[in-house]
């Protein structure tokens, strides 16, 4: 089995996907909600398929001095995950280590893969709704033949990176992503494969991306991720001539 670590911040305004507060009329209490529906959708995802769930969470030690509350924020992922998951029994929370994403997403992925001994193991910052379950599985059969395998998203980023062996992956995780995190696994001798793009939720221009999509599943009655698509519906969340806005 593939343990699917979820990096995730609690989800505190202000500190939820800051850039959509900047580039679309999303108020920070709204991106913070969007981004705890999406890890709810994420943390589902990861329960329906063969993975194993591990909510690898930021603590309050290296969250900015002006996002921490009276909560910790292991409690705070937790009560969301049990809002999430049919069994939350079943998941598994471990806190970051890091100053850096490169940082934290690779001690966590070196960790399992040296100290435990899994035998693969897949990072995701859990902003990406339609990570399903079918494709959290197709990834974990093609980890079966090649030692790297990633999902692209938009920008150059990914919204899924998995090893059967670590890489180097210092600074891997911030410009020219996907590149980089190819780079790295050709300089270990890893076999690359890649799953389909599926857009990772920033920015206003993400949004133009992924909404259409969310819309037309909704509208031709498909499966499409819960909580997500029903943060999308109940805000009028749709994409006008070109522009992010709320259509309430």
Do not use: C
């Not at 409690?75 to 598994?92: C, H, I, K, N, P």
């Not at 379950?133 to 790297?148: F, Y």
């Not at 999509?213 to 009655?221: M, P």
């Amino acid at each position: 089995m593939t343990v699917v670590a979820v990096l995730a911040d609690p989800p505190r305004p202000g500190l939820a996907l800051p850039e959509l507060v900047e580039t679309t009329p999303l108020s920070a209490a709204d991106a913070a909600d969007l981004y705890a529906a999406v890890l709810k959708d994420t943390f589902r995802a990861v329960e329906r398929s063969g993975g194993d769930l591990l909510v690898n969470f930021r603590p309050d030690d290296l969250l900015p001095d002006e996002y921490v509350s009276d909560t910790a924020s292991e409690a705070q992922l937790r009560a969301l995950a049990g809002d999430a998951l049919e069994d939350v029994t079943e998941a598994r929370f471990e806190p970051q280590v890091g100053s850096t994403l490169s940082a934290r997403a690779g001690n966590t992925a070196t960790h399992l893969l040296r100290e435990e001994g899994v035998d693969s193991v897949a990072v995701t910052r859990g902003t990406a709704p339609l990570l399903t379950r079918t494709v959290i599985d197709s990834a974990a059969m093609k980890l079966r033949g090649n030692q790297t395998v990633l999902g692209p998203s938009t920008r150059g980023r990914t919204y899924y990176a998995g090893f059967t062996a670590p890489v180097d992956y210092e600074a891997a995780f911030e410009t020219a992503e996907l590149e980089t995190l190819v780079d790295r696994a050709n300089d270990a001798g890893h076999r690359v494969e890649f799953l389909p793009m599926h857009v990772g939720v920033d920015t206003a221009a993400d949004l133009r991306d992924l909404l259409p999509v969310l819309w037309g599943r909704i509208e031709t009655e498909r499966v499409v991720p819960e909580h997500t698509a029903t943060f999308v519906h109940e805000h009028g969340l749709r994409v006008r001539d070109g522009a992010v806005v709320l259509d309430e």
